[in-house]
Nanobody, 124 residues
């Protein structure tokens, strides 16, 4: 079992930066695919970024390429999502997710565990 707790959300202005954190506990997270998804009001949950386990690849949604970056601090059991040049359309609840022994994944069904989410609001 893996527990995920997101933090770092908030209200920012367009053009600002924000870093989300996902604290991971339970099973070792370096054998999990780690991803970020987001869900805006009235919309489906969308893929944002992922870092595959075990030498797997990094993936980004086209809408965030060049602006967002996913990284990990294994010593702190934490996954980060650095978000730069934020836009109003980035406003959403952001979720951290983990998928056991997956090298890549941009679909919700490829993830086994989910956090509760953290709200990011970008004012224009």
């Amino acid at each position: 079992q893996v527990q995920l707790v997101e933090s770092g959300g908030g209200l920012v202005q367009a053009g600002d930066s924000l870093r989300l954190s996902c604290a991971v506990s339970g099973r070792a997270f370096d054998n999990h695919l780690m991803g970020w998804f987001r869900q805006a009001p009235g919309e489906e949950r969308d893929f944002v970024a992922a870092l595959g386990c075990c030498g797997g690849r990094t993936q980004y949604a086209d809408s965030v390429k060049g602006r967002f970056s996913i990284s990990t601090d294994i010593a702190k059991n934490t996954v980060f999502l650095q978000m730069n040049s934020l836009k109003s359309e980035d406003t959403a609840v952001y979720y951290c997710a983990a998928g056991f022994l997956r090298l890549a994944g941009n679909r919700s069904r490829e993830y086994d565990y989910w956090g509760q989410g953290t709200q990011v609001t970008v004012s224009s």
